[in-house]
C-alpha cells in the first residue's frame, strides 16, 4: 500500500499527558480501528490500552511512529456521542483526554479478540470455499489454537467475524464457549421471518423440530436454547438441524446474572398511585417536551415525600412508550437498592444496573446488555451517565443538590452538570430533582435556564414531621468528656416515647469510627497520621486507629506508645461509640449501625436495610447514609446527634450542607399515616441554616445563602477554579503555587479574574504531601476558561491538580 494511503489513530490512553498520541493502523486492524474502539499500544517501554478517538492520513513530519499492537473491540465502545462527550469533558474540566474516556469506560473490560479458536479434524480436510476462508485455514493449520485478536492481525479481514461464524457452522472450527471473560453468554433462537406453515414444512416429520417451531411461535419471543430444549423436549442437534435449515436463527445472548441481591426488598405488585393534580401536571410537562424530541432541562422540586420519584418514574415509562431510552441517576451508590426495586417492577429486563458495587462479571454483563440495546432504562451512580445508550429521551438527577455527583479524582466532573450536557447534545429532557436544590439550580431556576416544577403537597396522610430544637448550652448535666455526642432529656424522653409506640429511631451522626481521637492525659499524644498530620481515627471493634484521609492504619495501643502511661482516653465520638452510648441507655433495644463501614460488603448495604424495613431493627444509627432516600414508613423520629458538625468547616459550601442534611433527616420522619418528629440539637440555635430547616423555610434558607453567596463573589454568582499542588518538600509547594498565583495574576487575560491566595490547603498535609493552593473566581466562566488555558503548563514537570467547580475544598 502506498504510503500515501497510510492511517493513524489519534489514541487516548490514561497517562497524564494533555494530547492523545499518534500512532501507526497496520493493515491487519484497519477495519477495526474506527474511532471509539480501544486499542493497545506500547508507550515508553509499557504496554497500554487506550481508546481511538481519530484516524486519519496526515502523518506527521519527523516522528518515528509505532504501530497499533491490537484493536481491541469489533465494535466501538465508546459511541460518537460520548466521544463528543468526552472531549467536552477534557475541555471544560481541563483533564486530560486518556483519563477522561477511562472514567467514562467500566473498569477492565474485557477485549473481544480473547477467545480462543481452533480448527477442527472438518477443517482440516474440507477444501476452504473462499479466499478468506484458506487464509484463515492457514493460520489456524500453522498456530494450532490462538485467539481470535493473534489470528486478525495475522489475515486482517474486516469481516473475521462472519467468516468464523460460517467455519463454526459447518462444524470446522471449534471455539471457546464465551465470548469473553466475565460476560457469559447462552445460545438463543428465534423463528426465522416467514410463514409459520413454511416453516413446519421445513422441520418435516421431526415431531421435536415442529414441537420447537410450535413453541417459538406461542411464544413470540426469542427463547435460550435450553429454554427451547426443555420445552419441546428437543436435543440441542434437533435445534442445530432447524438453524441449518433456515427455519431458526440463532445469536448469542448475555446471560442475566440474578441483580437481586442489589435490591431492597421483594418482588410484588406495584401498588396503583393516583396521581395528586400538582405530580400530574408535573408528569404533563415532561411528556410534552418527550414529544417534541427536544432538549429540555427542569427542576422537579418538592419536599421529602411529595411523591417526586412516583413523576419521575412514570415520565421515564412515557418515554420508553415512544421507544426512547433512560438513564436514572442517584448521588451513592447506597442508594441504588431502595429504588432498583421500584424501577425493576416497572421495566423488569429492560432495567440495567451499572456500578462499581457490581461484581466484575455483573458489571459487565449489565453493560453488555446496554450496549447491544437488550436494557434501555440504566440505573445508577454518577458514572451510569455514560452507558452506551442510544437514542436517548430522559435522564433523572435525583437528589441533584448531592456533592457525590461531583468525581473528586482526576477527572474531576459533575455527573449532575454532565447530565445537562449530553441531554442537550441528544435532545433529550432533563429533570434535576431535589426537595433542597442546590444554589446553582435555583439560580438557574431563577434565570429560567431550568423549569421550575413544584410539588406542593406531601403524599398521603403525611404531614411534615415537628422540629424540636435541643440549645446544648442550657443542657445541665453536659458531656462526660470532651467532644461527646451528648443524648439530651429531651432527646432521651422522644426515643422513649417512640420505643414504646413502637416506632423506629433513626440517630445521625455524621462520623464513623469510635472516636475521631485517642488522646494521652498524660503526655497529649494524639496518634497522629504521621502523613497527614492529622488524628488518626479509633475504631474500637476492629482494634485499629485508622486515618480517614489515607486509610493507613495501626493496631490500638493499650498504652501510650510515647511515655508508656496508661492514660488513653477517646475524644469525641463516632458512630460506633453512639451505638455503645446508646445500648447503655436503652438496654435490649435493637440497633443498626449504617456508616461506609458497615456497608462495604457487597450486598451488604441491602442486607441492613432490608432488617430495618422488615422492623427487626427499632434504631439505626448512621452517617449522613442514613438520611437519603430510603423510604421507612415505621420511623417516628429522628434526631441530628450534633447539628454544628459542618458549619465550622472553613468551606464556603459548609452552611448549604448542613442545611441540606437537616432537612433530608427531618424527612425521613412520619412518612406513614402519623406525623413524625425530629430533634436536631445544636450550640448555635439562632443560625439561620438551623433555623430555616426548623421551620420548614426553604425560601428564607435560599434567600440568605444567595446573599451570602453574592456579596462575596462565591459561586453560583462565580465559576470558580481551585489549583492545588501537592509535593513532598513543603518549600516547592509553596514556591510553585507562589509562582502560579503571580503569572494568572499578572496575566492580561486575567482581567475580572479574582485570585485568592496562595495559602496552604485546608488540609495543609496529607499522604505525606504538603499542600497548597489558590481559588480563581470569576463572574465570566469563559474568561476565567480562557486564562487558565493561557497559562497553565501543558504538561506539568509537578503534581497539579485542577479542579473545576471545586465541591469540597480539602
Ligand atoms: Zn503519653
Ligand atoms: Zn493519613
Redesign the pocket.
Known amino acids: 500500500m502506498p504510503e500515501l494511503f497510510a492511517t493513524f489513530a489519534d489514541i487516548a490512553l490514561p497517562v497524564p499527558l494533555p494530547d492523545p498520541l499518534i500512532y501507526q493502523v497496520p493493515l491487519a486492524w484497519r477495519a477495526q480501528a474506527v474511532p471509539g474502539a480501544r486499542a493497545r499500544v506500547d508507550v515508553g517501554k509499557r504496554r497500554l490500552i487506550g481508546v481511538i478517538v481519530k484516524v486519519h492520513h496526515d502523518r506527521p513530519e519527523g516522528i518515528a511512529l509505532r504501530p497499533i499492537l491490537e484493536v481491541l473491540d469489533r465494535e466501538p465502545v465508546l459511541t460518537d456521542d460520548l466521544l463528543g462527550l468526552a472531549r467536552f469533558m477534557a475541555d471544560y474540566y481541563l483533564a486530560p483526554m486518556g483519563e477522561v474516556v477511562r472514567a467514562m469506560l467500566p473498569a477492565s473490560l474485557p477485549p473481544w479478540g480473547d477467545r480462543k479458536i481452533w480448527l477442527t479434524d472438518a477443517g482440516a480436510l474440507a477444501p476452504p470455499r473462499s479466499d478468506a476462508e484458506a487464509a484463515v485455514i492457514a493460520v489456524l493449520r500453522e498456530k494450532g489454537r490462538t485467539t481470535v485478536a493473534a489470528l486478525q492481525s495475522q489475515v486482517g479481514l474486516a469481516d473475521l467475524d462472519a467468516v468464523l461464524a460460517g467455519l463454526a457452522e459447518g462444524g470446522r472450527v471449534g471455539g471457546e464457549e464465551h465470548r469473553a471473560r466475565s460476560a457469559r453468554y447462552v445460545n438463543a433462537v428465534e423463528l426465522a421471518r416467514g410463514e409459520l406453515a413454511d416453516h413446519l414444512a421445513a422441520a418435516g416429520r421431526s415431531a421435536e423440530g415442529r414441537g420447537v417451531v410450535e413453541y417459538l411461535a406461542a411464544i413470540g419471543r426469542p427463547a435460550t436454547v435450553a429454554e427451547v430444549g426443555a420445552a419441546a423436549s428437543a436435543s440441542p442437534a434437533v435445534v442445530r438441524r432447524l438453524v441449518k435449515l433456515g427455519v431458526l436463527r440463532q445469536f448469542t445472548q448475555v446471560e442475566r446474572l440474578a441483580l437481586d441481591r442489589h435490591m431492597l426488598g421483594v418482588p410484588g405488585e406495584t401498588p396503583e398511585i393516583v396521581l395528586r393534580s400538582d405530580q400530574s401536571h408535573a408528569l404533563g410537562q415532561l411528556v410534552g417536551v418527550l414529544d417534541r424530541q427536544a432538549f429540555a432541562p427542569f427542576l422537579l422540586r418538592g419536599m421529602t415525600g411529595s411523591g417526586k420519584t412516583e413523576v419521575y418514574l412514570r415520565a421515564a415509562e412515557e418515554a420508553r412508550a415512544r421507544g426512547r431510552s433512560v438513564i436514572l441517576l442517584v448521588p451513592e451508590i447506597a442508594l441504588v437498592p431502595a429504588l432498583a426495586r421500584a424501577v425493576e417492577q416497572r421495566f423488569g429486563d429492560d432495567l440495567a444496573i451499572l456500578h462499581s458495587g457490581l461484581g466484575t462479571g455483573e458489571r459487565h454483563q449489565e453493560w453488555e446488555r446496554v450496549r447491544r440495546g437488550e436494557a434501555r432504562v440504566v440505573l445508577g451512580p454518577r458514572s451510569a451517565l455514560f452507558a452506551p445508550l442510544a437514542d436517548l429521551g430522559l435522564i433523572v438527577v435525583d437528589e441533584e443538590q448531592d456533592t457525590a455527583y461531583k468525581q473528586e479524582v482526576s477527572p474531576r466532573y459533575n455527573g449532575r452538570d454532565l447530565a445537562l450536557v449530553r441531554g442537550r447534545d441528544a435532545g433529550a429532557a432533563i429533570v434535576l430533582v431535589s426537595a433542597t436544590p442546590s444554589l446553582e439550580s435555583r439560580l438557574n431556576a431563577e434565570r429560567g435556564k431550568l423549569e421550575l416544577l413544584t410539588l406542593t403537597e406531601r403524599a398521603g396522610q403525611g404531614r411534615l414531621p415537628e422540629g424540636i430544637l435541643v440549645d446544648l448550652r442550657e443542657e445541665k448535666e453536659i458531656s462526660r468528656r470532651p467532644g461527646d455526642v451528648h443524648f439530651s432529656e429531651r432527646l432521651r424522653f422522644e426515643i422513649r416515647q417512640a420505643l414504646a409506640d413502637g416506632d423506629q429511631v433513626i440517630l445521625l451522626r455524621n462520623r464513623r469510627g469510635y472516636s475521631p481521637i485517642l488522646l494521652c492525659r498524660a503526655c497529649g499524644e494524639d496518634m497522629r497520621?504521621p502523613?497527614?498530620g492529622?488524628p488518626?481515627t479509633y475504631h474500637r471493634r476492629a482494634k485499629r486507629l485508622i486515618?480517614h484521609?489515607?486509610?493507613?492504619m495501626i493496631r490500638a495501643p493499650q498504652v501510650c506508645p510515647q511515655c508508656k502511661e496508661d492514660a488513653l482516653e477517646a475524644i469525641g465520638a463516632g458512630t460506633e461509640r453512639v451505638e455503645e452510648d446508646f445500648k447503655e441507655l436503652f438496654p435490649g433495644v435493637a440497633v443498626d449501625v449504617l456508616d461506609r463501614d458497615t456497608a462495604r460488603r457487597p450486598g451488604g448495604l441491602a442486607a441492613l436495610l432490608e432488617r430495618f424495613d422488615r422492623g427487626d431493627v427499632q434504631v439505626l444509627i448512621g452517617t449522613q447514609m442514613v438520611s437519603k432516600g430510603h423510604h421507612f414508613p415505621k420511623v417516628a423520629l429522628t434526631a441530628v446527634l450534633a447539628a454544628d458538625a459542618y458549619l465550622r468547616f472553613p468551606d464556603f459550601r459548609a452552611v448549604e450542607r448542613t442545611y441540606n442534611l437537616l432537612v433530608q433527616v427531618a424527612g425521613r420522619a412520619g412518612r406513614g399515616d402519623r406525623p413524625g418528629r425530629f430533634v436536631i440539637q445544636t450550640w448555635h440555635p439562632e443560625h439561620y441554616a438551623i433555623q430555616a430547616a426548623l421551620r420548614g423555610d426553604d425560601e428564607g434558607f435560599a434567600r440568605e445563602e444567595l446573599h451570602f453567596r453574592r456579596v462575596f463573589h462565591y459561586p453560583p454568582y462565580t465559576r470558580m477554579v481551585q489549583l492545588l499542588v501537592r509535593d513532598k518538600s513543603r518549600d516547592r509547594a509553596q514556591e510553585l503555587i507562589a509562582g502560579l498565583t503571580a503569572q494568572l495574576s499578572g496575566h492580561p487575560l486575567s482581567k475580572g479574574v479574582r485570585i485568592s491566595g496562595p495559602a496552604p490547603a485546608p488540609l495543609e498535609r496529607?499522604?505525606g504531601e504538603w499542600r497548597f493552593q489558590l481559588l480563581a473566581r470569576s463572574a465570566d466562566g469563559r474568561a476565567l476558561h480562557r486564562l487558565l488555558e493561557e497559562v497553565l503548563p501543558k504538561n506539568p514537570s509537578y503534581d497539579l491538580v485542577i479542579d473545576v467547580d471545586p465541591q469540597q475544598l480539602l
Do not use: K
Open positions: 497520621c502523613d497527614c492529622l488518626r486515618c484521609y489515607c486509610g493507613s496529607l499522604r
